[in-house]
């Protein structure tokens, strides 16, 4: 099996191998791993992960402040109340991603997500999500390389399994396991990357 390890880019870091390039790097360095907090931060990481299904991350980067226009700063309740006429909107928008069932699975998932805190009170979503942060953690085992991360794990599934019970779409237990890495719930960073957790 190839091991893919943490690699030393030209300021003398040493990162996990897909960190490659000023956006990735960035991203990498600033945000992926870092703990996130607040329903409309989990709501934007969520959606954006479910929209990067089949494509590349960097795609998703690139477009990412665009979407963030686009979906009026990821705010539930100003997604959950978008109809017909900005379904057509965010079609015709180049500089997202343009999928009508990931778009409507956006603005449904924003409804479910309005109703949940209408029923668990504000950042009911966070609660949810870090419900599953002992068990994601108490599963995990910290990567030597690329070949150890996981695609989903039963925590993955278990979350998953919850926000389809709320009723939110295209969150399978691998975008939902994308979700867990990037939010912090777990540690996917590489040995030797200087972002790994002591080991």
Same mark, same amino acid.
């Given at each position: 099996? !190839?091991?893919? +390890?943490?690699? !030393? ?8 191998? &897909?960190? =490659? ?10 945000? &992926? ?5 607040g329903d409309c931060a ?10 990067? +299904? ?11 402040? !665009? ?19 900005? /379904? ?15 778009i409507e699975a956006a ?6 997500? =309005? ?13 949810? /999500? &870090? ?24 925590? +993955? ?17 691998? !975008? =939902? ?23």
């Open positions: 099996m !190839t091991t893919v +390890s943490a690699t !030393t880019g030209d300021d003398g870091r040493p990162r996990c191998p &897909w960190a =490659v390039g000023d956006l990735y790097r960035a991203y990498h360095d600033d945000e &992926w791993g870092v703990p996130l907090h989990l709501f934007e990481k969520l959606t954006l992960e479910g929209f990067q +299904s089949g494509l590349s991350w960097i795609v998703v980067l690139r477009k990412r402040e !665009t979407f963030r226009t686009a979906f009026a700063g990821f705010d539930p309740a100003a997604v959950a109340a978008f109809g017909d006429e900005d /379904v057509e909107r965010l079609l015709a928008d180049a500089g997202i991603i343009r999928n009508r069932q990931k603005i449904g998932n924003a409804r479910a997500l =309005v109703a949940l805190q209408e029923r668990d009170g504000d950042d009911a979503l966070d609660r949810l /999500v &870090w419900s599953f942060a002992d068990a994601a953690r108490a599963e995990h085992v910290a990567p030597d390389d690329l070949a150890d991360v996981p695609a989903q794990t039963p925590a +993955s599934k278990a979350l998953a399994k919850a926000l389809h019970a709320e009723g939110l779409r295209f969150v399978g237990p691998v !975008t =939902v396991y994308s979700l867990m890495q990037s939010a912090g719930l777990v540690d996917d960073h590489v040995a030797g990357c200087w972002r790994a957790a002591a080991r």
